[in-house]
């Protein structure tokens, strides 16, 4: 599997993958969450980029993806995987303090789940590291950029945001201190 295979799936995160893997190449992102999974496509391309550049991929999905497990598994990108079942809000507080480069959120796109996730992933998020999150323009989950708005309006000094671009909205978070 390999990006261009991973943008003719026709899933809603295909568009973005080359996004997310050019991100995390050229920061370079060694140590990489992932807020939900589901088939995996975003999962895989974050797995490209951490074999890249010989770091690791943590996910987190309420579900146990089997589809996603299969696909990493079938392409031999399960040693730099480590996946976990359960809600995030319960297992992001277990993970150390600045200790993730990069972030990818596309969870629930309900405005206080994601708002929880953001104020979470603060904490051990890097500096001069970023989250980035799916999902970020048109109609269908305006509650993305709502808990957006009302994180940045909190951490005006730390962070600023940035529209990457992709058919359903790809916006990064990037910290400055």
């Known amino acids: 599997m390999n990006l261009e295979n991973l943008k003719m799936l026709g899933a809603d995160t295909s568009d973005c993958v080359q996004i997310l893997y050019d991100v995390a190449v050229s920061m370079p992102a060694y140590r990489i969450l992932e807020l939900g999974v589901r088939t995996g496509v975003s999962t ?10 010989n770091g690791h991929l943590w996910s987190v ?10 696909t990493v598994k079938d392409n031999g990108l399960d040693s730099y995987w480590t996946f976990m079942i359960g ?3 319960n297992l992001l507080p277990n993970f150390l303090e600045n200790s993730m480069d ?6 629930s796109h ?3 789940h994601t708002l929880m996730e953001l104020r979470l992933c603060d904490r051990i998020l890097r500096k001069d590291g970023v989250i980035l999150l799916h999902d970020t323009v048109g109609r269908d989950y305006p509650d993305v950029m709502k808990a957006v708005s009302v994180f940045l309006r909190e ?23």
């Open 44 to 53: 895989v391309a974050l797995l490209l980029a951490a074999k890249q550049v």
């Open 61 to 70: 999905d309420v579900d146990s993806c089997v589809r996603a497990v299969k």
């Open 87 to 89: 809600d995030d809000r």
């Open 102 to 107: 990069m972030i990818f959120v596309d969870t």
């Open 110 to 112: 309900q405005y206080e």
């Open 155 to 177: 951490q005006q000094e730390k962070y600023v945001f940035k529209e990457l671009g992709s058919r359903y909205g790809l916006g990064m978070l990037t910290k400055k201190e």
